[in-house]
């Protein structure tokens, strides 16, 4: 089993910037695929990043490509969302999520292992 849990979220102006942290346990960590996800209100989880295990590959959705940055640090078990310029539709709570496909898919099904969400809020 591995534990996923996020942090860093928070509410924030239009146009600012958060981190956002996920840190795993209970397994070894540096053998998985990981991404983020969000959900807003009334609508599906989507796909938002995702960075193979190696760290020397990363994927974004085309609505935060440019703004978002994903990164890892396996010595401290944890995956990092640096979220810049952001926008009220940006308003989700934010997931992570491991997986063993490879590279790492955007589908929901595709991901194993979840964390429990941290709300992001962009106030305009």
């Known amino acids: 089993q591995l534990h996923l849990a996020e942090s860093g979220g928070g509410l924030v102006q239009a146009g600012g910037s958060l981190r956002l942290s996920c840190a795993a346990s209970?397994?070894?960590?540096?053998?998985?695929?990981m991404g983020w996800f969000r959900e807003a209100p009334g609508k599906e989880r989507e796909f938002v990043a995702a960075?193979?295990?190696?760290?020397?590959?990363?994927y974004y959705a085309d609505s935060v490509k440019g703004r978002f940055t994903i990164s890892r640090d396996d010595a401290l078990n944890t995956v990092y969302l640096r979220m810049n310029s952001l926008k009220p539709e940006d308003t989700a709570v934010y997931y992570c999520?491991?997986?063993?496909?490879?590279?790492?898919?955007?589908?929901?099904?595709?991901?194993?292992?979840w964390g429990q969400g941290t709300q992001v809020t962009v106030s305009s």
């Open positions: 209970g397994r070894p960590f540096g053998s998985w695929n």
């Open positions: 960075i193979r295990w190696s760290g020397g590959s990363t």
């Open positions: 999520a491991a997986t063993k496909f490879d590279p790492p898919g955007v589908l929901v099904g595709e991901y194993d292992y």
